[in-house]
């Protein structure tokens, strides 16, 4: 499978993932093994999906059912929100580490650079993002502190590689600044409504690799009763164009129109037939044309901002 090559370790990140947002919990370790056996070599995962301990019994049943190796599967993981002070984030990659079952990530992230309020251990969350009394919990954590602990994590081993998620080109560049062990990895939202050329050259410039999330655009969030008014990207007539050209499903032609970017994209299906047909957007190019007219789709549509989501509509709880 294409891959990116990771500058600081030289280490080979696969262009197509499995992401584990929302994959059943019940049917987590099952997913993922079959994943497995299906070919996926890349693992998205995080505390906030809260189904870890689940992704990992399907990663050591494959390892020992000779599926694949640890060292073959590339394994992600984030830091949630609550704990980017500096011994909390570096208890709970440890705590993370105990739910995998494995001794190392291949990439950890700090999911979002944004410091909420710590509960406890057994807590993802606090309450809300927002309290009772309708206020944010920030807590006054600066990033040069989470940082140092994600550094530390790479020295001790927990981590071969670290990054950021959601966040912009003004935060990376700061981190630059102070950074021993510089982010490898951004993992953004990135589909044709929000094409984020100006972060994606950035990358390039920096050398930061980049994994697209939400690559089928509002279809990751009809479930969660989201609609922000625009025609759900699988039913859209001009990705149904390209897709006729191409001979592939609306799916595979906006997955496709990501990794033809050089960007890492990690679809989550919780359907089988899906998850394999996700797999097969390596053998096929788009035209230059096609990938214009995806493109061309772009009116900057943030499914995933934490500015205005509020958590009461359930998408972090
Ligand atoms: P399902 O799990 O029922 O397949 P993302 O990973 O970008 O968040 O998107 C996942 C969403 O898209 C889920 O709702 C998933 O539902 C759906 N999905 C995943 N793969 C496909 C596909 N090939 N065709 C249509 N829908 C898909």
Redesign the pocket.
């Known amino acids: 499978m294409a891959s990116i090559v990771l500058k600081r370790t030289g280490q080979k990140m696969p262009l197509i993932g499995f992401?584990l947002?929302?994959?059943t919990k019940s049917s987590c370790a099952d997913t993922v093994y079959n994943a497995l056996k299906a070919g996926y070599r890349l693992l998205d995962g995080a505390g906030d999906y809260g189904n870890e301990k689940e992704a990992g019994e399907g990663l050591r049943r494959a390892i020992a059912d000779g599926v694949v190796k640890r060292e073959e599967v590339f394994v992600t993981s984030k830091l949630w929100n609550t704990f980017h002070q500096y011994d909390h984030a570096k208890a709970l990659a440890k705590k993370q580490l105990e739910l995998w079952g494995i001794d190392y990530f291949d990439l950890f992230l700090v999911h979002f650079p944004i410091a909420l309020q710590y509960v406890d251990p057994s807590h993802r969350y606090p309450p809300e993002w927002w309290g009772d009394d309708g206020k944010v919990h920030l807590q006054n954590t600066p990033m040069h502190e989470t940082w140092r602990a994600m550094e530390e994590l790479v020295d001790e081993g927990k981590a071969k590689n670290i990054g950021l998620s959601n966040s912009q080109g003004s935060l990376i560049l700061d981190v630059l600044r102070y950074a021993r062990i510089e982010p490898q990895v951004l993992q953004i939202e990135l589909h044709p409504y929000l094409t984020q050329e100006p972060l994606l050259n950035l990358c390039k410039t920096l050398g930061i690799a980049v994994t697209g999330?939400?690559?089928?655009?509002p279809?990751?969030y009809?479930?969660l009763g989201v609609d922000k008014g625009v025609p759900n990207l699988?039913n859209h007539d001009v990705v149904g164009t390209v897709a006729k050209n191409a001979g592939k499903?609306?799916?595979?032609v906006l997955l496709r129109w990501a990794v033809q970017q050089g960007v890492a994209v990690?679809?989550?299906?919780?359907?089988h037939d899906?998850?394999v047909?996700?797999l097969q957007v390596d053998s096929f190019e788009l035209s230059e044309a096609d990938m214009k007219a995806l493109s061309s789709l772009n009116i900057n549509l943030r499914l995933n901002d934490p500015a205005d989501i509020d958590p009461r509509m359930g998408i972090f709880a």
Do not use: C, D, F
């Open positions: 992401g947002w929302k994959v999330y939400s690559s089928l655009g279809q990751s009809v479930e699988l499903s609306h799916a595979q990690i679809p989550k299906s919780n359907n899906r998850l047909q996700n």
